[in-house]
């Protein structure tokens, strides 16, 4: 059975402390790696001083101060004299007197890694018999002989000890050099600290795992390696590792905005080992998992009730438009009507809120006037504030109409103003800002004079189901914003203002509505039922209108006609060539194209699509066509 690197290392440690001679390995920090028994019990040194890290200053220290070398005039002067001298490491033999009258032998040899490997032998006999051979030389030359042949078997054993020792070295030199070539090659960060907290042994990888740390930081504080903050954070579990007790925290670092898990197990001298690992990809795959469960529960529950309901409505509107066509209706029945008819449309309304929260609807984009939608956001949330709480709007949009879902982007404002008013309390401020950056984006910026996020809600404020408000939250606002914003290829980013309070940017991509009202209109789709519908929607509108049923078909046409004023195409054509082929060979000319289809948002058609051109999604209406092309209709 193959032996653990703990096995081996108890094999090792056991078989140097049988060994007569004392024997100590420091690192090239001056610190204790390793010592065997005969150390501690030839100096007699207290256990402090035989722990691994102990320093080699504390050690010379100790023994001056006991007497070890004889009278010395200045102890600091003396220990500093020495540290040098093992600073600057050579291979040496002495033999040295100690103040006991003891004899002993000093040989040290470098390792190649660092630090040194001393051997410490009591030649008190060997010094013994050399007197006495020079003393009695002609008197005792029988006990020469005998003590000759003493020393010869001394020496044989001394060098079976020394090529032991060699033997060791090897061994440690191989399983370290192993053991840090294993541990520099893990995706963590693997260190081991004293019981003050300060690093012993570090794989260097800190710096893979957390961008700006140092790389090699051997002997600093973990409060020096690490920034102020996340030293904070893993500071209590620290101290439960110290304690004796495994520990465990997660946190985003503030500086790199990666998720972090750091481990602490405790070493048995106090002390503790810590694994340091980036989890960013793991925690956002298991949000985006849990979200995804969470909508499909959802989505089973509510996806009946919506076809029927959706069935219902749809009932309800066609019963309404044949009411309103008789002409023997009485005189409050065209009101009754109406009425009907906008509360049908609430239930659509209604309808598409739920789908949000259960799938991905598609947006709607429509020519809007963002004057007349930042009025009417302020119009409906005025009334929601506090006589304390102002609401502040300003206009720097384009003033020509762009294309978003109204309704959306209305209904995402709103919450987060509504946020912004619950962080408010009964004072503040808010303001909302329309910029456009780079003619690439339209940015709606929220700010409040609240108390801002705090780092948990930072992390977690677009995860489904997770509020700050109690039971009075339901934790849907912001992942129904996050998800509005993401499906129009936009962005959400969340933040703290400089001086205080909350900041959202809600940014959408800046695309202008045609904008045009009569002319010729290339119409492509290939059913023939679906297009004389649309035939009729655009010629209904004032459009002229000529048909293709592939995008090659409507290529050609593109190049016979030149005063084709928009191209209105379904995303799936006759043959190989789509509608999103057709949009991409219209870029760069003066034609725009509105795509049309009934693919699922997460079909990869429908996706590339919306990058390309304004997405309508059947079925449709005249109005919602309209919404898209005329002035008049911009809403």
């Known amino acids: 059975m193959p032996q653990s690197n703990a096995d081996r290392q108890t094999l090792i440690a056991a078989g140097l402390n049988l060994i007569g001679q004392a024997m100590t390995i420091f690192d090239n920090d001056l ?35 006991r007497g070890e070398y004889g009278p010395v005039d200045d102890i600091d002067i003396f220990v500093q004299e020495r540290t040098v001298v093992a600073r600057d490491f050579k291979p040496h033999y002495m033999e040295r007197t100690r103040a006991n009258g003891r004899t002993i032998s000093v040989e040290g040899s470098p390792l190649p890694q660092g630090g040194w490997v001393t051997v410490y032998t009591d030649i008190t006999a060997i010094k013994q018999q050399e007197a006495l051979l020079k003393g009695r030389s002609e008197e005792l030359s029988d006990q020469v002989l005998a003590h000759a042949a003493e020393l010869a078997s001394t020496n044989r054993a001394l060098a079976a000890t020394i090529t032991a020792l060699e033997e060791a070295k090897r061994h440690l030199t191989e399983l370290e050099a192993h053991t840090r070539l294993t541990t520099e090659m893990m995706p963590a960060h693997i260190a081991h600290v004293n019981d003050t907290g300060h690093y012993t042994y570090s794989n260097n990888r800190l710096a893979n795992i957390i961008p700006g740390r140092p790389s090699d930081f ?3 504080h973990m409060s020096q390696a690490l920034s102020p903050s996340m030293y904070q954070r893993i500071r209590a579990s620290l101290q439960s ?11 985003t670092d503030p500086d790199s905005a990666r998720r972090m898990r750091v481990a602490f197990a405790p070493d048995t001298r106090g002390g503790a080992y810590v694994l340091s690992t980036d989890v960013t990809e793991e925690t956002q795959a298991r949000v ?13 529950m509510t996806s009946g009730l919506a076809h029927d309901f959706s069935n219902l409505l749809t009932i309800i509107l066609g019963l309404q438009s044949k009411l309103e066509r008789l002409t023997t209706l009485p005189p409050d029945a065209a009101a009754l009507i109406e009425g009907t008819k906008g509360a049908a449309r609430r239930g659509g309304q209604l309808l598409s809120s739920i789908a949000q929260m ?8 429509r020519a809007t006037a963002l004057n007349r939608l930042l009025y009417d956001i302020q119009t409906l949330a005025a009334p929601t504030l506090p006589d304390g709480v102002t609401l502040h709007v300003t206009n720097n949009g384009p003033e020509d109409p762009v294309l978003v879902d109204p309704g959306a982007v209305q209904d995402s404002l709103l919450n987060l103003i509504l946020n912004a008013r619950d962080a408010c309390g009964a004072t503040g401020e808010i303001t909302l800002t329309l ?10 910026r929220v700010t409040d004079t609240g108390a801002g996020f705090s780092e948990t809600a930072m992390d977690q404020a677009c995860d489904p189901f997770f509020t700050t408000k109690g039971r009075e939250g339901s934790g849907l606002g ?4 996050y998800d509005m914003t993401k499906l129009a290829g936009g962005d959400l980013i969340l933040g703290n203002a400089v001086d205080a309070g909350a900041r959202v940017r809600l940014r959408l991509p800046l695309r202008f509505s045609p904008n045009t009202t009569g002319g010729l209109v290339l119409l492509v789709e290939d059913d023939e039922h679906l297009r004389g519908t649309y035939r009729d929607m655009l010629m209904g509108s004032g459009f002229s209108v000529i048909e293709a049923t592939s995008a090659d078909e409507a290529t050609a046409l593109l190049a016979d006609l ?6 209105l195409s379904d995303i799936r054509l006759h043959g190989e060539a789509t509608g999103v082929d057709l949009a991409d060979r219209l870029q760069g000319s003066a034609i725009p194209i509105i795509l049309m289809t009934s693919l699922p948002l997460d079909d990869p058609l429908h996706k590339s699509a919306l990058k390309k051109a304004p997405v309508l999604g059947k079925p449709f209406d005249g109005k919602a066509l309209s919404r898209l092309l005329i002035p008049k209709a911009v809403t």
């Open 31 to 65: 610190k204790l790696v390793l010592c065997n028994a005969p150390f501690q019990h030839m100096f007699a040194l207290p256990d402090g001083l035989v722990t691994p890290g102990a320093t080699f200053e504390e050690t010379i220290r100790h023994l001056a101060e």
């Open 218 to 220: 051997a002997g600093l």
């Open 241 to 251: 590792a110290f304690a004796g007790e495994d520990a465990l925290v997660e946190f």
């Open 478 to 481: 912001l992942p129904m914003v």
């Open 358 to 365: 259960t799938g991905q609807p598609a947006p709607r984009p």
């Open 562 to 567: 030149p005063d084709i004023k928009l191209v």
């Open 435 to 444: 910029e456009t950056l780079k003619d690439t984006w339209l940015e709606f």
């Open 288 to 300: 985006a998992l849990q979200q995804t469960r969470k909508r499909a529960l959802a989505a089973q």
